[in-house]
């Protein structure tokens, strides 16, 4: 699956800005609702399907006092994102925005930011470590092996 042009949009303006800034940006987009609804409407275009696991995470973004909820359950390599509470869950990952963002950028690594306290499971650890794979920022990945074939 291509990478969509939000993503790199989103690489873009927030790559390397600092927490005030990212939630700044957010802002004059229209603020974290609809910044994060159009995440996870475009998050069935960015997943992998090579990658996907069959399950049901549930999302908590978080912004101030404000929080989103999000479901989304991928199966046979299909993803479908609700907005409301993932009771059944076989893993939440709750975040604050700028590292939400961050990581859906591949500025940040998931699991280093949960190890060090910026990113909480409530779950299947192992497979909230898988996530990032199923979305992979293929640019990114291009750019690493271009430098290294220098």
Same mark, same amino acid.
């Given at each position: 699956?291509?990478?969509?042009?939000?993503? $790199?949009? /989103?690489?873009?303006?927030?790559?390397?800005? *600092?927490?005030?800034?990212?939630?700044?940006?957010?802002?004059? =987009?229209?603020?974290?609702?609809?910044?994060?609804? /159009?995440?996870?409407?475009?998050?069935?275009?960015?997943?992998?399907? *090579?990658?996907?696991?069959?399950?049901?995470?549930?999302?908590?973004?978080?912004?101030?006092?404000?929080?989103?909820?999000? $479901?989304?359950?991928?199966?046979?390599?299909?993803?479908? !994102?609700?907005?409301? *509470?993932?009771?059944?869950?076989? !893993?939440?990952?709750?975040?604050? /925005?700028?590292?939400?963002?961050?990581?859906?950028?591949?500025?940040?690594?998931?699991?280093?930011?949960?190890? =060090?306290?910026? =990113?909480?499971? $409530?779950?299947?650890?192992? /497979?909230?470590?898988?996530?990032?794979?199923?979305?992979?920022?293929?640019?990114?990945?291009?750019?690493?092996? !271009? $430098?290294? !074939?220098?």
């Amino acid at each position: 699956m291509p990478v969509t042009e939000e993503r $790199r949009f /989103l690489a873009v303006m927030i790559g390397g800005k *600092s927490d005030e800034d990212i939630v700044d940006f957010v802002k004059t =987009l229209g603020g974290l609702e609809p910044v994060i609804d /159009l995440v996870f409407a475009l998050m069935p275009q960015e997943l992998d399907q *090579s990658k996907a696991k069959d399950c049901v995470l549930g999302w908590e973004i978080t912004e101030g006092d404000q929080t989103i909820h999000y $479901r989304t359950e991928i199966k046979n390599g299909e993803l479908i !994102a609700d907005k409301k *509470s993932a009771d059944d869950a076989t !893993a939440t990952i709750v975040v604050t /925005l700028p590292e939400f963002l961050r990581i859906i950028i591949e500025e940040v690594d998931a699991p280093k930011e949960y190890v =060090l306290g910026k =990113l909480k499971v $409530r779950g299947d650890l192992v /497979l909230a470590y898988q996530v990032p794979l199923m979305f992979p920022f293929k640019e990114k990945e291009a750019a690493a092996a !271009a $430098r290294a !074939a220098g």
